[in-house]
T-cell receptor, first 113, second 111 residues
Framework: DTAVSQTPKYLVTQMGNDKSIKCEQN?????MYWYKQDSKKFLKIMFS???????INETVPNRFSPKSPDKAHLNLHINSLELGDSAVYFC????????????FGSGTRLTVV | GENVEQHPSTLSVQEGDSAVIKCTYSDSASNYFPWYKQELGKRPQLIIDIRSNVGEKKDQRIAVTLNKTAKHFSLHITETQPEDSAVYFCAAKEYGNKLVFGAGTILRVKS
């Protein structure tokens, strides 16, 4: 199936731990994103990569570090997790040229306890 | 940067009625406006989009209108059904391929 896939789907961890979320797309898209959806459902962009190059880095604590080993993969590593990091994290991708919407992954629900 | 406002935050309609959700944007350079539907526990999914050279687009029971002069766009759902119940997000594409989302509208269709 062509898709944007994220792992894991659920992540429960203690404060202070370090965790990673992985994302892969097989749509041939050039640009990938990380969005955070908080408890009020607001979708806020965190990072964007175009063909392995970081192009958007919003005001995100430097405990969050994205990594793109190739244009089909974008991972998110979070150090020293805090309670406020609890949210659903969505990966998304889109074609580079032209105006097209994003295809979202299924999301990772992160709960920090 | 772009700012997108969306209204109403919640909307309840009777099955069969129409629903309208409105959004305004701030950046006159934005030229692409998608709408997403997110069911509970699921990913946002693109349901319709409109580009700035078009004023209206329709796909079966859903339609989107765009007024570039006033910088607002709207989603219209006719003959609503219970399965239309979800959170709907509007968005505007800022320069650099970044989508800025509205805060979302919870639509409840009562049968």
């Amino acid at each position: 199936d062509t898709a944007v896939s994220q792992t894991p789907k659920y992540l429960v961890t203690q404060m202070g731990n370090d965790k990673s979320i992985k994302c892969e797309q097989n749509l041939g898209h050039d640009t990938m994103y990380w969005y955070k959806q908080d408890s009020k459902k607001f979708l806020k962009i965190m990072f964007s990569y175009n063909n392995k190059e970081l192009i958007i880095n919003e005001t995100v604590p430097n405990r969050f570090s994205p990594k793109s080993p190739d244009k089909a993969h974008l991972n998110l590593h979070i150090n020293s997790l805090e309670l406020g990091d609890s949210a659903v994290y969505f990966c998304a991708s889109t074609r580079d040229r032209g105006n097209y919407g994003y295809t979202f992954g299924s999301g990772t629900r992160l709960t920090v306890v | 940067g772009e700012n997108v406002e969306q209204h109403p935050s919640t909307l309840s309609v009777q099955e069969g009625d129409s629903a309208v959700i409105k959004c305004t944007y701030s950046d006159s350079a934005s030229n692409y406006f998608p709408w997403y539907k997110q069911e509970l526990g699921k990913r946002p999914q693109l349901i319709i989009d409109i580009r700035s050279n078009v004023g209206e687009k329709k796909d079966q029971r859903i339609a989107v209108t765009l007024n570039k002069t006033a910088k607002h766009f709207s989603l219209h759902i006719t003959e609503t059904q219970p399965e239309d119940s979800a959170v709907y997000f509007c968005a505007a594409k800022e320069y650099g391929n970044k989508l800025v989302f509205g805060a979302g509208t919870i639509l409840r269709v009562k049968s």
